[in-house]
């Protein structure tokens, strides 16, 4: 216990200082969130390295939470979506249900390559598209995986802050 | 002859009439011409019983009736309150009964229906009874005419028989208990009138010889611990009207038969007897309401539910036992109130219950829980009826059990510490029974109603059910405001019960009178109606009013994870519902659970089919009646051997016999 006390004090904060806030909210629909955006993150058919880059986003380094997002269990409990990957055959229905499920207003971010066109698996026989052929798109974050950084931005710009 | 005598007379022609219209009618009308019998003879017993309650007696002697001992009948206040509630649920059950028969279902042969008025009389009579011969006739009528109609539908379910037979013999063992302890009681007072009994002076060791003779007997008829296995099993394969009877109007003879046999005939005893009523009445309320709780067979739980309240019925006789000898007459007096007031609460709800179980078995065919659900829109009437009589049950607050569980409590909380040690010991352990009772009650039927009618349908039965025939809906709608008025005006039944209570304790001395508005000082039954009306119906208004303020409403399905809807399978069924408790109680229950995994011929890494099936068996059964059983299964076999069908051999057994007699004789003389 006391070795655990000691390690917390010594390493102290390890977040990457914060950048200059963002321009003021850049989709329209956020800013009636007045800068606390809560997430449903939505596996779409994704490699899984967006996963891991979103993970690192929410970890103490990146810490987007210091910035109003959080990740929540429900869509019910959501503003906005997540959504990684190609949209897959079988994950097109659920997300269609994911996104009904989201009180409005809503707002969809579309993280990473595939998430925008398919990236590597365009065209692949069990892809049905990218998100937007699914869901309408508010915000797209590019990168094979995006960096945390990008993320963080993209979400900046949905909080605002 | 007065209102009594007229009543039991016009029962008793109406018994032979009902009979007669059994065995003469054709099929269509024979059903509604024994039930109009039926009914009639309970309104007969509810006129006499009310009478007896007011204060008018009755005493016949009809010695040219029985061969030897003819037959004595007498009523007072205590045999008026039992007469009057089986004459309340006969009547209401045998109009019940119309319905329920109507449209071809259900047993309707001569022989069963000819023993329905037949049981209904013998039920009125039994209290009635002054002397031994009568009072046994009579018990045995009930027994015989209720195994009758518990056999009716022995052809349509193998189970029917098996709890035939256990009912034969659980209630011929009680009689025989009952038999010998009154025969042993006539034949150390040199009388058979009840007269002759109440006058007769005893040894303490006879006295309690007899005392617990009578309570194996009447306590098994109540359904009391152990010897409560033939309960659970009769009252369900029962036709419902008759579970209605059984449950509600039969059971409580056995709680007659301790206040007459004990309190009254005896004259009270020593403090031993009213602590063993009371240890076996907290048992039997914990155990039977624990197997309520895990029971998935909906008239199965009502039936364990039947368990439990006979023995808070018993806590409170044995409470007032025990205050009695430890000098508290008035707290002797309110246990009693208490356990008089609870018989005519579960007498209410218990037939409301099983009213609608019958219902629902009438309109699904199903008794299992997990096969139930979504009743609701399809039998309205009779969900709300089943829910009335669950919070009765359930003693919750506007309910009517809560009125005679609280006043229970109450006498037992108030157990001053009357220099007696047992009390300061008995009581605050008796309270922590009675309250467990009281919550596990809760979550029952929480779990009867919420399981068995909520929801959606979890069987194609269930989801073609209809609402039951107006007749029984009605019935139960009487039963149903039977219970609210109890619930709300128990006080009315004040002067009745002090003048019952008066005539069970007579070692007290001078006038103790009971009145219910003790409670309503400390307790309003109609505050509480009113009170919770008024907060339920406030917090729908301001749920409302808080809604209005939305100015856009959105419709959306259910969040299923995204996964398509949830289905019916899906639901809470009465086993997930209980397992919680099942785990707490593990060590009591003892469930048994078999996991069966079959795999593929090639590999057995690759799982073809997995079974699971767990049960929960009576544990008292199984470890007291099983080596019991078994036992006699030996004896039997030995028996064989002796009888191998030989002719010479018998003219042997004759022979040694009759040789073994006179040498006994001829050394004895």
Redesign the interface.
Known sequence: MRRLLRKIRSTGRVAEPAVPAPDPVSVPGARALRGSVQLRHVDAGSCNGCEIEIGSVFGPVYDAERYGARLVA???HADALLVTGPVTRNMA???R??Y??V??PRIVVAVGDCARDCGAFAGAYGVQGAVSDVVPVDMEIPGCPPHPEAIVAGLRGLTGR | MNAIGWGLAAATVLAGIGIFAAVATPDRVRAAATGVCTAGIGVCGVVAGVTALGGTGLRVSLPWLLPMAGVRLSVDGLAGLFLAVAGAVVAVAAVYGIGYLGGGHGPRGRGVQASLPLFAWALLLVPCADSISTFLVTWEMVALASLILVLAEHQHRPRVAEAGLWYAAMTHLGLVAILIGLMTFGAATGGESFDALRAGQLSPVTQGLIFVLVFAGFGSKAGLVPLHVWLPRAHPEAPSHVSMMLSAAMVNLGVYGVLRIGVDLLGGGPRWWWLLVLGTGAVSALYGILQAAVATDLKRLLAYSTVENMGLVFVGVGASGVFRTSGAPGLAALAMAAALLHVVNHAAFKALLFGAAGSVLRATGSRDLDALGGLRSRMPATTALFALGALGAAALPSGNGFVSEWLLLQSLVHAVPSGAVTTALVMPAAVAAVALTAGLSVATFVKAVGVGFFARPRSDAAANAGESPRLMVVMMGVLAVGCVGLAVAPAALGPALARVVNTTTPVLHGDVTVRLSGITSTLSPLLIVVAVLAAVSIIAAAARLASRGVRRRRAAALWDCGAGPPTARMEYTATSFAEPLQRVFDDVLAPETDVDVTPYAESRYIVERVRYHGRIPDRIEHQLYRPVMVAARIIGRGGRMLANGSVHRYLGYGYLGVVGLLVTLAVIQ
């Open positions: 429900s869509p019910r229905e659920p997300l249900r994911t009904e499920a009180p409005e």
